[in-house]
């Protein structure tokens, strides 16, 4: 987990174990999250209107971290640790910088044209060898952790669930807005939980 040569938040590279657990192929979609609307009456995110995003395969964008929680326990289900994220990004391989490899982003097919002015479609690509999709791309995703950018000098190696407090929640993967919009797997990002932006999503986990 982390990487030797990437910003600081990310040193040092360590070895962590995560129990098993299960992730979904893909980013929740805008039809998953109006059925739990619709079941519940949970407010809509600020771009749930727009034309831009709201195919009903996009994934839904506009959700703070809270909205994300909110929509795990309706479903039984929660967001991922970093350290699962980071798992599942890397498909089993150690130090991949891309779901894909080592290749730079700007290698993968029709990287030029693709992300305009949203988000895609899930599932559109290929998947990485988890058969995960979107990882590192598309949007933002949440996590269940506080951040810290220092956290990975003490991180305990079994099954990391972040520090115990803080102010933002941890988020990875790229986005769609980004002037590189495929992140590598050990980035790291983060916002306040309460923020609500045109570029965050996320996708939902599970003990096995």
Known sequence: MGSNDGPGNERPAHRVHVDSFALAAHQTTNAE?????DATGHAVPPFWNDAAFHDPRQPVV???????????????VRLPTEAEWERAARGGFDGLRYPWGDTPPQSRPDYATRW????ERVAQQAPNAFGLYDLCENVHEWCSDWYSASYYATSPSHN??????????VSRGGSWRHAIKISRCAARSSIPPEFRYADYG?????KM
């Open 33 to 37: 999250y109006a059925a739990f609307v």
């Open 62 to 76: 506009g959700v703070s971290w809270f909205d994300a929680v909110a929509y795990c326990k309706w479903l039984g």
């Open 116 to 119: 305009r002015t949203a988000p």
């Open 160 to 169: 990391p669930p972040g520090p115990a407090s803080g102010t933002r929640r």
């Open 202 to 206: 996320f996708r939902v986990a599970a």
